[in-house]
């Protein structure tokens, strides 16, 4: 895949056929990766004290760990083997997520449980 379309092609029609070449679990597990780690650096998970971290936004990391569960939830017949360690990505940073709030939801209420269901 390229970095950017030829300056010559104005409308894009290059990027768009490089993703097309690109088969849907690939752009699938690209897409839940990048939720993942755009998650735990919310979650402050990247620093050394995830308390301290510069980068902590809990209205974010749900978000984040909303469109992961919603994503899993929606393709989960596709992911093959990558399916049971995904969804365990998930269910980490659901907890991380719990351990972190100051007043964490009740089972069932928290982030992406909605798709998952209760996490403990």
Request: hydrophobic share 40%; proline share 8%; aromatic share 4%.
């Amino acid at each position: 895949m390229t970095d950017a379309p030829d300056s010559g092609d104005l409308d894009g029609s290059a990027a768009v056929r490089d993703l097309a070449m690109i088969p849907a679990i690939e752009v699938i597990s690209r897409s839940a990766v990048m939720l993942m780690s755009a998650a735990a650096e919310k979650l402050g998970l990247g620093a050394e004290d995830p308390d301290d971290s510069p980068h902590r936004d809990l209205d974010e990391a749900r978000r984040l760990i909303n469109a992961l569960a919603g994503l899993l939830k929606g393709s989960v017949e596709y992911l093959g083997p990558h399916a049971g360690p995904m969804r365990d990505g998930l269910k980490s940073l659901q907890l991380a997520f719990r351990e972190a709030s100051a007043a964490p939801e009740e089972p069932g209420k928290g982030p992406g449980e909605w798709f998952t269901g209760p996490v403990w």
